[in-house]
């Protein structure tokens, strides 16, 4: 069974430039989580999507960052502009989420690096 | 969402037994208690989930007393291979997913 697969795995950019990852979930999991984490901490939850809902953005910000999961298969996730605060991985995550009453399993990709100079 | 308390860190050798205590005093009824392992450079990974008493598989045990305002992650036998960092996590699963937050979690190191 493949992975969660996420592009690109590493990305340099200036403050204030714009820069979008790609996420490719596991075939059939209908939740998609993007975490944020960084250096020594836990991965934080900016988005999750319920087939190509959102169930909860609460912690995006949202006058920088956004997401989209269009077909309810993969998604994107944007930040313009840029903040140097913004340095950290972007984790993308799936779960197949079909079993009421029971929290599923997450399969994470491997990330995306991004530092912002 | 229950918040959770682990250890920041944790010392082993190899072959010994680690418990990992997490602590999650406003546990809802609905919610299970999960544990993820993290390497560097590496996504979290799943380990196990419970909801109350006993669960074991192939890789570790999870204890969950009756009040489940705490739980225990017992990895038997460690090795270096283990040196990772351990999230405790409190969620339920809802019409939207399941729905958690990940502490700072308890960094174990295993030495030879």
Redesign the interface.
């Known amino acids: 069974e493949a992975g969660v697969a996420q592009s690109p795995r590493y990305k340099i950019i200036e403050k204030r430039q714009s820069v979008a990852f790609w996420c490719n979930p596991i075939s059939g999991h209908a939740t998609l989580y993007w975490y944020q984490q960084i250096l020594g901490q836990g991965p934080k939850l900016l988005i999750q999507f319920q087939n190509n809902g959102v169930v909860d953005d609460s912690q995006l910000p949202k006058d920088r960052f956004s997401a989209e999961r269009l077909k309810g298969v993969d998604s994107t996730l944007k930040i313009q502009p840029a903040k140097l605060e913004d340095s950290a991985v972007y984790l993308c995550a799936s779960s197949f989420s079909s079993l009421p009453g029971q929290g599923p399993e997450q399969f994470f990709g491997p990330g995306t690096r991004l530092t912002v100079l | 969402l229950a918040k959770t308390t682990q250890p920041i860190s944790m010392d082993s050798y190899e072959g010994q037994e680690v418990n990992i205590t997490c602590s999650h005093n406003n546990i809802a009824t ?3 208690i ?1 544990w ?1 392992q993290q390497f560097p ?6 380990i196990i ?1 419970g909801y109350k008493t006993k669960v074991t598989n192939e890789v570790a045990s999870l204890f969950i007393p009756a009040d489940r305002k705490s739980s225990t992650l017992s990895l038997p036998r460690v090795s270096l291979s283990d040196t990772a ?1 351990y ?1 405790c996590l409190v ?3 809802n ?11 308890t960094r174990l190191f295993v030495k030879a």
């Open positions: 609905n919610d299970y999960t993820y450079s590496q996504g979290p990974r799943f989930q960092v999230y969620g339920d699963y019409t939207g997913g399941f729905k958690t937050i990940f502490g700072a979690g």
